[in-house]
Structure formats: structure tokens, C-alpha cells
């Protein structure tokens, strides 16, 4: 136990502390309300006093001005690439379909307007219009792949991948999204060039091959801004992870055949996403399909049924086997001759 006069002796330690400190703020309150005398200008410094507030003024007016004009200038260029996106659910677009909703009226409900009153109340109580269109493009463009794919010959990442991609360049616009699955594509085959020493499994090694691209996504969207360059300033980030996640189709498809059969199936992808895009951004098929529901979905289901039951050669192995299909021709023709020349023979 502490003896008394240590305790004390703190206790005295403390109270003078705590009297110094009470002390030292009364003075600094004392200091801070005397309030000082102001100094006066009168006559020429007076004046020169103003001159120089007005000119520093109209100097921060300016250099405000000109920082302010090329953010201004960028602004104003994301937001008119956001009103004319189709994809954005709150830019201009919206109100235009909306609008050539009121201007083209339909009449009472019935059998064969189910859908039109539907979707009109749903855009009354606040859907977006440019959403209802996307959602009803997009079997079109799915429809337009499988014909693509099964008529007339292209590959391609099967039909979801091309539609959506699509979509995803419909957001970046289209020559944003070309330069971007170019670079993509770029970065995928340098990543796998230069990972193909390492023995990994496919998995790892694949998402390794995300990282690199990752990177070089980063580089070309930082450098892009830093030099200002307006195709890179309003990309947003799920068209762009639906780009870089086309490498894993990349990948999966060198797995399995070469090189250039891998990168002439990209290539058709490409073909088949901006046709798509291009359908997408039609203001004619909007309008068509926002007006007509029920008749889009008639006639989709229709050319679906006749896809299905072609079973036909694909147009581009016509070109692929003409060879073979005149050597086939050639041969039925010689047996038909001989077939016709046989009753001859035998008399």
C-alpha cells in the first residue's frame, strides 16, 4: 500500500497541473478578445488594394474557366453517348420510346393486344421503354445467329455469346467495342504465349490468363484517358467484363482445335455481334417491336420452326465441298447412263 504522503504528493502534482492548464486558457481567451485595431486604406492605397483583389479575382475566374472547359467538353460528350444508348435506362432514349408510345395509341383491349395494354401500363407506372425493347430484340438477334449458324455455315461461341456481345457493343458503341475485343483478343493470345512454359492446369492457368488481360485493359483505358481520347471516357464496366470474359471461350476453343481455326471462330463471333448491334440500334426495328409485341414473338417462333426443319447442306459448305459435290454429280451422271445403256446391252 501507498503511504500517505505519496499519495499526497500526487494529489498536490495534479492540482497544480490542472491550475496551470485552466491559467494558460484564460490568457489565450483574453488574447483572442481584444480585438486587434483594423488597418484602414485611404486614397491611392486604397484604390491599388482593389485593383489587385479585382485582377487576382478575373485570374482564378480564368484558370478556373479553362480547367473547367475540357471537363465541360467531356461531360457533355458521356451524356450525349448515354442519351443515345439504347442500353441506359435513364438517358433520352427512354422518353423517346415512351413518347412514340402516346403518339400511336391503340385501341381497346382484346385478344390480339394482350400485350401492347401490358407493356404500355407497365411504361406508364415507370419501366423503362429502351428496356422492354432489349428484352424483345434480343430473341431476334438470337433467332438471326441460329440462322447464321445453321443455313448458312458460321461458327461462332454458340448463339448466347454473339447476343450478348452485341448488347455489349451497343453499350460501348461500336467502334469502342471492336477496338476493345481486338485488344482483348490481343492480350489473350500474348497471355497464353506467354504462360504456355508453365505446367499448370487449365483453371489456373485461365485465370491467369484474365489477369493478363485484366492489365492490359487497365493500360488501354488509362492511357485512353490520360490522352482523352473519347471512345474510352464512357465505357462502362459490365459491357466491358463481357468482353474480357470472351477469353475463356478463346481459350477453350484453342483447347480443341488450331490456332487459326480458334481465331477464325472469333472472328465469326465478331461478324455475328455487330450485325447484331446493328439490329439492336435500328430505330425502325425499335418502333416495330415496342408497337408490334405480339407479332415479333409470331414471327420469331415462326422462323425458329423453319430453321429447325432445314436439313439441307449450310450454304458455305456448298463453296467448302464443290469439288466433291461435282465429282458426285459427275458419278450419278455416269451411272445413270449406264443404267440407261444396260437394256440395250442385253437384247
Known amino acids: 500500500m501507498p503511504s500517505k504522503k505519496f499519495l499526497s504528493l500526487c494529489l498536490t502534482i495534479m492540482l497544480l497541473l490542472v491550475s496551470s492548464v485552466l491559467i494558460n486558457q484564460s490568457r489565450l481567451s483574453v488574447v483572442f478578445a481584444q480585438s486587434p485595431n483594423p488597418v484602414r486604406f485611404e486614397g491611392e492605397d486604397l484604390a491599388s488594394l482593389e485593383a ?5 479575382a478575373e485570374a482564378e475566374a480564368s ?3 479553362s480547367l473547367a472547359s475540357p471537363s465541360a467538353e467531356i461531360v457533355e460528350k458521356i451524356q450525349q453517348k448515354a442519351d443515345e444508348d439504347i442500353t441506359e435506362t435513364t438517358g433520352r432514349q427512354k422518353s423517346v420510346l415512351a413518347a412514340y408510345l402516346d403518339e400511336n395509341p391503340i385501341g381497346p383491349l382484346n385478344p390480339t393486344n394482350v400485350l401492347q395494354k401490358a407493356i404500355r401500363q407497365a411504361v406508364a407506372q415507370g419501366l423503362p ?3 422492354v425493347v432489349i428484352i424483345l430484340i434480343f430473341p431476334v438477334v ?7 449458324r445453321h443455313v448458312i455455315g458460321f461458327k461462332g461461341f454458340g448463339i448466347y455469346i454473339p447476343a450478348v456481345l452485341s448488347v455489349a457493343f451497343v453499350s460501348t458503341g461500336l467502334t469502342t467495342g471492336i477496338i476493345l475485343f481486338i485488344s482483348v483478343l490481343l492480350g489473350a493470345m500474348l497471355a497464353r504465349y506467354l504462360l504456355k512454359f508453365l505446367k499448370m492446369p487449365v483453371l ?4 491467369m490468363v484474365l489477369l493478363l488481360v485484366s492489365i492490359v485493359m487497365l493500360l488501354l483505358l488509362t492511357v485512353g484517358s490520360v490522352l482523352k481520347i473519347d471512345l474510352v ?8 467484363l463481357i468482353i474480357i470474359l470472351l477469353t475463356e471461350n478463346f481459350m477453350t476453343s484453342q483447347m480443341f482445335a488450331s490456332r487459326g481455326e480458334a481465331l477464325s471462330i472469333t472472328f465469326e463471333t465478331l461478324l455475328l455481334a455487330i450485325i447484331g448491334a446493328l439490329i439492336f440500334g435500328n430505330e425502325t426495328i425499335q418502333r416495330f417491336v415496342i408497337l408490334k409485341p405480339e407479332l415479333t414473338i409470331l414471327l420469331v417462333a415462326i422462323l425458329n420452326l423453319a430453321i ?6 449450310r450454304l458455305l459448305e456448298y463453296f467448302r465441298f464443290q469439288d466433291l459435290l461435282k465429282k458426285n454429280s459427275r458419278s450419278e451422271k455416269y451411272k445413270k447412263l449406264d443404267n440407261d445403256d444396260s437394256p440395250g446391252l442385253e437384247e
Open 142 to 148: 438470337a433467332s438471326l445467329v441460329a440462322l447464321a
Open 308 to 313: 429447325g426443319r432445314y436439313t439441307g447442306l
Open 63 to 65: 484558370d478556373s474557366t
Open 129 to 131: 421503354a429502351s428496356l
Open 52 to 56: 489587385i483583389e479585382e485582377s487576382s
Open 204 to 207: 489456373p492457368k485461365t485465370a
Open 233 to 240: 471516357l464512357n465505357v462502362s464496366i459490365f459491357p466491358l
